[in-house]
């Protein structure tokens, strides 16, 4: 039997993720009271449920009682216990992006009222879920995904992969848009010559075949390219071993369309030889997402 349980702030996508499951065969629970988890699991497991309760996706959010997040920790140590399958998907964004989102919407934030703004409600919300955040296997922040985004990649990242399986990310973004805040591991490409400088190249991304053959026939980018291969060969497996599920591996460059995403392809063309679930995401290359190898 597998559990998943999917958490975040109001308006970060966690019923996309939800309707995800549920589309590919999971049992799905909208708000499940935290003090149920252990017993549903617990149900499923001694109970004769045939196939229907092999596969159960949970969501859980604020409006459960604080006490009870606050506990979230202890009911998932037993869970580990009895040797429950359980993995934890976490979905956030920005404060601003989940504004808009509810002013967009015009629903009502569930820990808003009379004496509690929708921004106050927002922050206050991301403290309350702190325990179950810090226990996250996969952290998405969806702040610049859409809707169709965020399915496709739930189901590339999420389903698909055995059980202990590590699922890779390399991720190129530019440092002038600001740092993903999913990202395991950062990595700083800057130093590498910019084909941005060159005219001719500028118009074209790490994708295109020009700006490939410059970086290519560089010595300066073989050179980090091999050192963050060997870094990775290291200590990849080493999270494996811990039974860490998920890693993301961002390379960030200026603007994020040249060497990043560059350097990302040439890893990504490197580890999907190792590993089963390598993927791709180029931020600034918003019409190309997610594209999975």
């Not at 009222?113 to 879920?129: G, M, Q, V, Y």
Request: aromatic letters at 8%; proline letters at 4%; hydrophobic letters at 35%.
């Amino acid at each position: 039997m597998k559990l998943i349980i999917v958490s975040g702030r109001s308006g970060s996508g966690k019923s996309t993720a939800l309707h995800v499951l549920e589309d590919l065969g999971f049992y799905c629970i909208d708000n499940l009271p935290i003090g149920l988890l252990f017993p549903l699991t617990t149900e499923a497991t001694t109970r004769n449920s045939g196939t229907r309760l092999q596969n159960i996706a949970v969501s859980i959010d604020a409006r459960n009682l604080s006490d009870e997040i606050a506990n979230f920790e202890t009911i998932h140590q037993r869970l580990l216990e009895i040797g429950m399958t359980t993995e934890i998907i976490y979905l956030d964004a920005s404060e601003q992006s989940l504004l808009q989102r509810f002013h967009a919407t015009r629903r009502k934030h569930p820990l808003s009222d009379d004496s509690t703004s929708l921004t106050e409600a927002i922050r206050f919300e991301k403290k309350l879920l702190e325990p179950i955040a810090q226990l996250a296997d996969l952290y998405l922040d969806t702040t610049e995904l859409s809707m169709y985004e965020l399915r496709d990649l739930i189901k590339q990242r999420v389903i698909g992969r055995s059980e202990q399986e590590l699922a890779l990310l390399f991720q190129s973004f530019g440092f002038k848009h600001g740092v993903p805040v999913d990202s395991d591991y950062v990595l700083d490409v800057r130093c590498l010559p910019n084909p941005y400088w060159d005219t001719s190249l500028r118009k074209y991304t790490g994708l295109d075949q020009p700006v490939q053959e410059f970086l290519g026939g560089d010595p300066m980018t073989n050179r980090m390219i091999d050192d963050i291969t060997r870094f990775l060969e290291h200590w990849l497996p080493e999270f494996s071993n811990s039974n860490r599920s998920y890693m993301t591996i961002s390379i960030g460059c200026t603007g994020g369309q040249h060497r990043s995403v560059y350097v990302c392809e040439q890893l990504s063309r490197y580890f999907k030889r190792q590993y089963n679930q390598v993927q791709t995401r180029h931020t600034e290359l918003p019409h190309l997402n997610p594209k999975s190898h």
